[in-house]
């Protein structure tokens, strides 16, 4: 109420830092009473919400013989059905919690951006959206009853009999379809950060050794079994977005910067003086220093 008595007939461009603090928070009482709802909605339905769960578990089965005498899960503690619980209303909340949240963050840092950009950043919300859902689905539908699988497999070879818990089980599936699903976001986020020209298309480019270190980490991460055929199609498929996502994002910069006039590339209006080749620190420090405005006319005299 006295946040709106503020800043009434303003826009948000002109709020003070104390009514930008104001606004933050009621953007995240919405989004906490939306992860609320979704969560409260799957402890309505715990018995619907589990069974969905278990279908990788049920396409393991099917695709794989070994599989075939696999029992159902077990749960042996209070407690584990309590994470159980946990697990799968925590995967409704945020799931409907996620394009609220999006919506917020798009609309807390619209002042800061031009008209343009405002309009720009729509389809980059849209996109945030579908690549998490689609991330989540992959997950879901491929890599989760996959890895199951190959876990099996091993453990049958080595002789072993796998009896797995509720919680196990549960918290992998939510786990690895949630990180999954904001994994995909990632070269979206870097399209983002290139499009405000905050980072430049080249200098990406130039780490790719580095991003590839940390794109394999990062899938690692999210795949807790950790079997080396999902790790690998994780970070391959992460790896290609990322590639992907400079191109995009090099794409947009070039046609942002010549719209509004300026060069196609940014580096060639700011290049450092040392690769003029006028200092020392580009290795010829013993050139002759070029003649000062003047010294032409001068020497004519």
Request: charged share 20%; glycine share 10%; aromatic share 10%.
């Amino acid at each position: 109420m006295i946040g709106k008595a503020l800043r009434r007939g303003r826009s948000r461009s002109e709020m003070t830092f104390l009514e930008h603090v104001e606004d933050l928070r009621r953007s995240v009482i919405r989004v906490a009473l939306t992860f609320g709802l979704g969560f409260l909605a799957c402890l309505v339905f715990y018995r619907e919400i589990p069974a969905f769960l278990q279908l990788p578990l049920e396409w393991a089965k099917a695709a794989s013989p070994e599989m075939a005498s696999f029992g159902q899960l077990r749960e042996f503690t209070f407690m584990g059905v309590w994470n159980v619980l946990m697990y799968t209303a925590a995967a409704g909340g945020v799931g409907l919690a996620s394009p609220v949240f999006l919506y917020e963050l798009a609309r807390f840092i619209g002042p800061a951006l031009t008209s343009r950009e405002k309009r720009g950043l729509i389809p980059f919300c849209v996109g945030a959206l579908v690549l998490f859902v689609s991330g989540a689905a992959l997950a879901f539908l491929f890599l989760t009853p996959m890895s199951i699988v190959t876990w099996h497999h091993f453990a049958t070879g080595m002789g072993l009999v796998t009896d797995w818990q509720g919680s196990d089980y549960y918290g992998f599936v939510v786990m690895m379809s949630l990180l999954t699903g904001i994994a995909l976001q990632f070269p979206l986020a870097l399209v983002i950060l290139m499009w405000l020209e905050l980072v430049r298309p080249r200098t990406l480019l130039r780490s790719w050794r580095g991003m590839l270190f940390g794109i394999v980490v990062l899938a690692a991460v999210i795949t807790p079994i950790g079997d080396p055929i999902t790790l690998g199609i994780l970070s391959g498929l992460l790896f290609l977005l990322y590639l992907a996502a400079v191109g995009v994002g090099a794409s947009l910069v070039r046609r942002k910067r010549l719209a509004r006039g300026d060069s196609a590339e940014p580096e060639d209006e700011d290049l450092p003086d040392d690769e003029d080749g006028d200092g020392d620190e580009g290795g010829r420090g013993d050139d002759p220093a070029p003649p000062r405005p003047g010294a032409d006319l001068r020497a004519l005299d």
